[in-house]
């Protein structure tokens, strides 16, 4: 089968992997990703409609597509069964909430799909991909708030898990899947588009800062071992806290401890999840090292959302995975009707294997979350009027396994002693663990957390220009040199355009799905920009 996708910067030679996903998803994979999306905008065409004639659409539909874009984020599901089953799935909710609609309804013929064979699908599925828009600068936008709706689902997904829903949030993502379906929008039109989707994605962002400090608390500054312990361990990945809640709780007492990874490092930053005594340290690094160190953690493995890297097979028996995430031959943990997961398989396999081999020594801090900046807020301020601190540079965003991501760590490394480096997502192991000091007793690193926290960072530099009385943001003495990787990164740029920030430079290279001149109508307006050599950046960042 043929495929195209160029949806996460990794992409093969920075224009679209077409042979394999560079990510290890095959052309069938992606064929049935696509052919799911095609599916739920047509599902999405309904529940619009039934909106527009007054009727509700019921939380698990919306949770349901919601799901359905998660699934289809980078590194989310490598399973072809299962999202064979979820296109399915799809159909007949589309098929069943239809009858709702008078029979004149107008609606799109992916509302409607008949699938009545795997092979049906996959021929579908090559008429529906990204490459059927023709016109290169709408399939660009297209793709842009696509990729956009996708990362603000799986920040939804967390806040939804929690009890917190945001209906307008899931009724504007159901109404713009379905409009990217209308060939009557134009250039002008989509980009309206895009920034309302980062309205909403600052909504949903503020949506779930709030379910996870009011389920958890305020994350607080932190001090996280590296090292191991001798008992056998649970590593737990990606981002569901809820999760790691979850096992942690069925883990207390057992003799086994709960290793974090990634993604899951901030959750140690939580004053609700200090109180558990097996409640370990944090294991390895960012995402794309997990070949190397899940085979040395030695005990179960649990990824709880994106990123997983198709496994090895000397630890693949090992691995688990829930929620949106699937891979094949894997098993998966699901919620019962109340949302509870039962983790005893993975507590009683880890009682049979050996404690994780140590990958390092030391300590690492974290938790600067909003609230712990605020807290800190006449220490910070004073430093600014003294010029302890000079510039603060926001480096948000993913690690990834290319070469070129040297580069940020070569830039933390020449930054000025007076900057203090602001940032949430994996793209801090780069820097995190570098000898970078402090400035007085405000640290030159400050992790506000996951991807998911990076709400954190715009309360922080909205603080900051509140305090010294700035009329915009963009006055503030902060550079913005940002990693992305994937559909997160994507709605957090959405976010970041809505609010009005400018000069954003984002690397370690440009979104292949932007066209020439969309980039073009990016830098006019945002003065967007991608990266350079280190040296040459400092200058034009005025950090020389």
Same mark, same amino acid.
């Given at each position: 089968?043929?495929?195209?996708?160029?949806?996460?910067?990794?992409? @093969?030679?920075?224009?679209? $992997?077409?042979?394999?996903?560079?990510?290890?998803?095959?052309?069938?994979?992606?064929?049935?990703?696509?052919?799911?999306?095609?599916?739920? =905008?047509?599902?999405?065409?309904?529940?619009?409609?039934?909106?527009?004639?007054?009727?509700?659409?019921?939380?698990?539909?919306?949770?349901?597509?919601?799901?359905?874009?998660?699934?289809?984020?980078?590194?989310?599901?490598?399973?072809?069964?299962?999202?064979?089953?979820?296109?399915?799935?799809?159909?007949?909710?589309?098929?069943?909430?239809?009858?709702?609609?008078?029979?004149? $309804? &107008?609606?799109?013929? $992916?509302?409607?799909?008949?699938?009545?064979?795997?092979?049906?699908?996959?021929?579908?599925?090559? !008429?529906?991909?990204?490459?059927?828009?023709?016109?290169?600068?709408?399939?660009?936008?297209?793709? +842009?708030?696509?990729?956009?709706?996708?990362?603000?689902?799986?920040?939804?997904?967390?806040?939804?898990?929690?009890?917190?829903?945001?209906?307008?949030?899931?009724?504007?993502?159901?109404?713009?899947?379905?409009?990217?379906?209308?060939?009557?929008?134009?250039?002008?039109?989509?980009?309206?588009?895009? +920034?309302?989707?980062?309205?909403?994605?600052?909504?949903?962002?503020? +949506?779930?800062?709030?379910?996870?400090?009011?389920?958890?608390?305020?994350?607080?500054?932190?001090?996280?071992?590296?090292?191991?312990?001798?008992?056998?361990?649970?590593?737990?990945?990606?981002?569901?806290?809820?999760?790691?809640?979850?096992? +942690?709780?069925? &883990?207390?007492?057992?003799?086994?401890?709960?290793?974090?990874?990634?993604?899951?490092?901030?959750?140690?930053?939580?004053?609700?999840?200090?109180?558990?005594?097996?409640?370990?340290?944090?294991?390895?690094?960012?995402?794309?090292?997990?070949?190397?160190?899940? @085979?040395?953690?030695?005990?179960?493995?649990?990824?709880?959302?994106?990123?997983?890297?198709?496994?090895?097979? !000397?630890?693949?028996?090992?691995?688990?995975?829930?929620?949106?995430?699937?891979?094949?031959?894997?098993?998966?943990?699901? &919620?019962?009707?109340?949302?509870?997961?039962?983790?005893?398989?993975?507590?009683?396999? @880890?009682?049979?294997?050996?404690?994780?081999?140590?990958?390092?020594?030391?300590?690492?801090?974290?938790?600067?979350?909003?609230?712990?900046?605020?807290?800190?807020?006449?220490?910070?301020?004073?430093?600014?009027?003294?010029?302890?601190?000079?510039?603060?540079?926001?480096?948000?965003?993913?690690?990834?396994?290319? =070469?070129?991501?040297?580069?940020?760590?070569?830039?933390?490394?020449?930054?000025?002693?007076?900057?203090?480096?602001?940032?949430?997502? $994996?793209?801090?192991?780069?820097?995190?663990?570098?000898?970078?000091?402090?400035?007085?007793?405000?640290?030159?690193?400050?992790?506000?957390?996951?991807?998911?926290?990076?709400?954190?960072?715009?309360?922080?530099?909205?603080?900051?220009?509140?305090?010294?009385?700035?009329?915009?943001?963009?006055?503030?003495?902060?550079?913005?040199?940002?990693?992305?990787?994937?559909? =997160?990164?994507?709605?957090?740029?959405?976010?970041?355009?809505?609010?009005?920030?400018?000069?954003?430079?984002?690397?370690?290279?440009?979104?292949?799905?932007?066209?020439?001149?969309?980039?073009?109508?990016?830098?006019?307006?945002?003065?967007? &920009?991608?990266?350079?050599?280190?040296?040459?950046?400092?200058?034009?960042?005025?950090?020389?």
């Amino acid at each position: 089968m043929k495929m195209f996708c160029y949806q996460c910067q990794e992409t @093969a030679q920075g224009k679209g $992997c077409s042979v394999k996903g560079v990510c290890g998803k095959t052309p069938e994979i992606a064929a049935l990703q696509d052919l799911l999306i095609y599916a739920t =905008k047509g599902l999405c065409a309904i529940t619009t409609a039934l909106r527009a004639q007054g009727k509700s659409v019921e939380q698990s539909c919306n949770f349901f597509i919601t799901i359905n874009l998660f699934t289809t984020i980078t590194n989310a599901n490598f399973d072809l069964p299962k999202l064979e089953q979820r296109v399915r799935e799809t159909v007949a909710l589309a098929a069943k909430l239809k009858r709702e609609l008078p029979k004149d $309804c &107008a609606l799109p013929a $992916c509302a409607s799909l008949n699938l009545d064979s795997r092979e049906t699908m996959f021929a579908l599925a090559e !008429s529906c991909g990204v490459l059927a828009t023709k016109n290169e600068d709408i399939r660009s936008l297209r793709e +842009l708030i696509t990729y956009g709706l996708k990362g603000l689902c799986a920040y939804m997904k967390h806040a939804n898990v929690l009890g917190f829903y945001d209906e307008a949030s899931d009724a504007f993502v159901q109404k713009t899947l379905a409009a990217l379906l209308d060939d009557g929008l134009g250039v002008a039109e989509l980009t309206a588009l895009a +920034l309302e989707t980062g309205q909403y994605g600052v909504t949903i962002m503020a +949506l779930l800062d709030r379910a996870n400090t009011e389920t958890f608390g305020n994350p607080e500054i932190t001090t996280v071992d590296l090292g191991v312990r001798n008992n056998p361990g649970i590593l737990i990945s990606g981002h569901d806290l809820k999760d790691l809640a979850m096992l +942690l709780e069925q &883990a207390e007492g057992s003799g086994v401890d709960v290793y974090t990874h990634s993604e899951m490092l901030p959750a140690h930053y939580y004053p609700a999840f200090k109180k558990y005594r097996c409640f370990a340290g944090n294991y390895g690094n960012a995402w794309w090292l997990q070949k190397e160190e899940f @085979a040395k953690f030695q005990g179960p493995i649990l990824m709880t959302t994106n990123c997983v890297v198709p496994p090895l097979e !000397s630890y693949k028996s090992r691995l688990f995975t829930t929620g949106p995430v699937y891979v094949e031959g894997c098993e998966h943990i699901e &919620a019962d009707e109340n949302g509870h997961k039962d983790f005893s398989p993975l507590i009683a396999l @880890a009682k049979t294997c050996q404690p994780p081999q140590e990958l390092e020594k030391g300590q690492i801090v974290g938790g600067f979350a909003h609230e712990q900046v605020f807290a800190l807020a006449d220490t910070v301020v004073s430093a600014i009027k003294s010029g302890a601190i000079k510039r603060f540079v926001v480096m948000a965003g993913c690690d990834g396994r290319q =070469k070129s991501r040297s580069y940020y760590a070569d830039f933390a490394r020449k930054l000025p002693s007076d900057t203090v480096i602001l940032t949430a997502g $994996c793209a801090k192991y780069k820097y995190l663990k570098l000898p970078l000091g402090t400035i007085g007793d405000v640290p030159r690193v400050l992790d506000a957390g996951q991807c998911n926290d990076c709400y954190s960072l715009v309360r922080i530099a909205l603080k900051l220009q509140e305090v010294f009385g700035l009329a915009s943001v963009n006055d503030l003495p902060i550079v913005y040199n940002i990693s992305w990787y994937e559909q =997160k990164a994507v709605i957090v740029l959405l976010a970041l355009l809505h609010l009005g920030v400018q000069k954003i430079h984002l690397g370690p290279t440009l979104p292949a799905f932007l066209s020439p001149n969309v980039v073009d109508v990016l830098v006019k307006n945002f003065g967007i &920009a991608g990266i350079t050599d280190v040296d040459q950046d400092l200058k034009l960042f005025g950090l020389a």
